[in-house]
């Protein structure tokens, strides 16, 4: 698995050959970028960038909204409380982000007091996510929460109309199947969205398992 940590200058050791695929872009030069990114406001008040972490052909990109507190200071995804419910709702589904998921997020770094991240915010930030897809191709993508799912499929319509319902991601030729369910940090927020929730995760499951019925058995066995 692949962890996105914060890029230093100077490296200690030789730097592996990268394998001159997809152009040259990989998802170390995609972090890279994102580590001095200047392309909004977001740069001034970030601790660390927050480029994403998980496998390198996962089953399911998970997409979050952008790097709380706990995420900002690590430089990595969903760690602090949401984090801890997203992972226990990954893995009730078999999930989780060292054996088939790749976790990600719209804005890459910190909104201040954690506000939702404006549009143009979003905008300036969709180059990299639009990379990371690129590069992963995952086949199946898991929006978390309204954020994630209006800026992926350039809609206003409310996350309680869209979530729980096959959706299609529009990636150039290809079309990924799409859920959005409630954010992690919404179902802390109210208790009576975790039923629902759980709803959306057994229809996310279903078409996991009736396109790859062993999906699962590397959550299982490498755990
Ligand atoms: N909330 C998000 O949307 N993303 C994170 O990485 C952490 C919290």
Redesign the pocket.
Known sequence: SMTAQPVSSESKSQPEPKKEINGGITLESIYERISVCRNCVLANTRTNT?PGEGVEHPYVMVI?????E??DKSG?????K??QL?DKMLAAIALNRTTNCY?A??VKCRPPMNRTPMPDEAYACAGYLQAQIHLLKPKFILA??R??VQNLLKTNTGINSLRGQWLEFQFGNEKIPLMATY???ALLRDERLKAPAWQDLKKFREKLLAEKPDYAEIFYTQK
């Open positions: 927050v979050g909204e952008g790097p709380g706990d995420e990595r995804p969903f760690v602090g949401a984090g997203l976790i997020n719209i978390m929460g954020t994630a954010h992690p940090s």
